[in-house]
């Protein structure tokens, strides 16, 4: 796995701001933001309950606004912030996005696609695979995470 650079832990406490919005709206606190050029292009947190949608994930949130802002829905030379490891839909649309790298904060032993249930973002068998660093600032996002879940229980 590719390491971290010293940007990714800036960009990464962006992502975190926006899972605190998501957290405060009652959702699961995960945020996003793709990058480009040293620039935010996209950003998003999770919101599926507020939307009634099941695709209101963080990622593909910020994917929506980046390819707005490029005006394609192409994201080359794109990084990928998000504090939580993607889910397999979350994957698949960074591979179809063709988002260059991605950097994620905690891990997902239950659902992750980054590695660890999955790697869909490194297939072989696709035609696009991404760069991933993973465990960037994880104990701060997923110290987030289990605070929320365990307020919940």
């Not at 996003?32 to 507020?50: E, L, Q, R, T, Y």
């Not at 929506?64 to 839909?89: F, H, I, K, S, W």
Request: with cysteine; proline share 5%.
């Amino acid at each position: 796995m590719p390491e971290a650079s010293g940007d990714d832990s800036a960009w990464m406490r962006m992502a975190l701001e926006l899972a605190r919005k998501a957290e405060a709206a009652g959702e699961v606190p995960v945020g996003a933001v793709v990058v480009k050029d040293g620039a935010i292009i996209g950003c998003g947190w999770n919101h599926p309950i507020s939307a009634k949608d099941p695709t209101a994930h963080a990622e593909i949130i910020a994917m929506r606004e980046a390819a707005q802002t490029l005006g394609n829905y192409r994201l080359l030379d794109t990084t990928l912030y998000v504090t939580l490891e993607p889910c397999a839909m979350c994957a698949g649309a960074m591979v179809h996005a063709r988002v260059q790298r991605l950097v994620f904060g905690a891990a997902d032993p239950r659902a992750g696609a980054a590695g660890s249930v999955f790697d869909i973002v490194r297939m072989p068998k696709l035609n696009h695979r991404l760069d991933v660093a993973g465990g960037v600032l994880a104990d701060e996002s997923g110290g987030l995470l289990k605070t929320f879940f365990e307020r919940r229980r």
